[in-house]
């Protein structure tokens, strides 16, 4: 479990593989908080860890890093506000990974598959033709 902002930082710039696979461990939503705070130019490797919570990946939707939020776009655990906040990203290419998860909800499809962007609203009614693929 990875304790500390710090112990994070070590392994994910460390040169050894074994200590860099550490930064996939889980630690606590109070560390993981403390990682954005102290190290907000590791958020994408955050965003990477399978074990971060919802509420991680709410504060991660909001970053000003577009590619952050690109990242959390397509994660299967998000939940309503960040689905919504996603869909309405100034970016097209968050707003098309949201179009583009099968998690996302019917209804912010439904509102994609109207994107001025062709690419979002195409993929948004497909996903809304075909829900599981």
């Known amino acids: 479990m990875i304790s500390s902002a710090e112990e994070f930082k070590l392994c994910v710039e460390s040169d050894n593989e074994n200590e860099r696979i550490k930064a996939y461990d889980s630690a606590s939503e109070e560390v993981w908080v403390e990682i954005l705070c102290k190290y907000p130019e590791l958020s994408r490797k955050v965003a990477f860890n ?42 097209p290419s968050v ?30 009614k497909k996903r809304l033709k075909h829900p599981y693929s």
């Open 50 to 91: 399978s074990t971060i919570s919802a509420t991680i990946l709410e504060l991660l939707s909001q970053s000003d890093d577009e590619e952050v939020r690109w990242d959390i776009a397509m994660k299967r655990s998000l939940n309503r506000l960040t689905f919504e906040r996603l869909a309405n990203d100034n970016n």
């Open 95 to 124: 707003r098309h990974r949201i179009a583009c998860n099968t998690k996302t909800p019917q209804d912010i499809l439904a509102k994609l598959s109207l994107d001025e962007d062709k690419m979002i609203s195409e993929a948004a």
